[in-house]
């Protein structure tokens, strides 16, 4: 009867410790400027697995395109000459700058010959081509692309939907000088 009473109070402690730890880490996971980005855990087109989470300590612009986005392929331009400008700058919180690319395609074959076509030469493309009801895109509740989240070294939102010279901006911003 004791050991019942002992394993209820210990398992009710564990419960309680749980709940508090998945709460404190779901308010400090979000969207917003200053929260911890959520994490995201997919294939490239060879089929190797690549976790935003991978990336931690450089600075990292989540990008959400797909090849059939005329404004995001009007935006590449951009993103390739920041990720040319930054790839190894030192940030106030992060070393080095990358690009984790996640396409709402459902043809491999657009997506890659996009990346190709548009010399998107960071090694971090990511689609579960599954277009709009991708799991990426809805876990960051992208509703338009090109959409996109700038990231600190330690996994924080620091920027969102920066386009063009404002995205050299923001980096030139959080360089370390």
């Not at 419960?15 to 980005?37: C, D, H, P, R, S």
Request: aromatic residues 12%; hydrophobic residues 40%; contains cysteine.
């Amino acid at each position: 009867m004791e050991i019942i009473k002992k394993f209820k109070t210990t398992f009710a402690l564990l419960l309680m410790i749980l709940v508090t730890v998945g709460f404190m880490y779901k308010q400090n996971t979000g969207l917003e400027v200053g929260n911890k980005a959520p994490d995201l855990k997919f294939n490239n087109p060879e089929g190797k697995e690549i976790a935003l989470s991978s990336l931690k300590g450089k600075v990292v612009l989540v990008d959400f395109w797909s090849s059939w986005c005329v404004p995001c392929r009007q935006e590449n331009p951009a993103v390739v000459k920041a990720y040319n400008k930054f790839k190894n700058s030192t940030f106030k919180n992060g070393k080095g700058f990358t690009v984790y690319g996640y396409s709402l395609d459902t043809n491999k074959d657009a997506w890659k010959a996009a990346i190709e076509k548009d010399g998107l030469i960071w090694e971090n493309h990511t689609s579960d081509l599954k277009g709009w009801n991708s799991e990426g895109a809805q876990l960051y509740n992208v509703n338009s692309i090109p959409s996109n989240y700038l990231i600190d070294g330690d996994g924080k939102i620091i920027a969102k939907n920066l386009r063009g010279e404002a995205l050299i901006d923001a980096l030139s911003k959080f360089e370390k000088k």
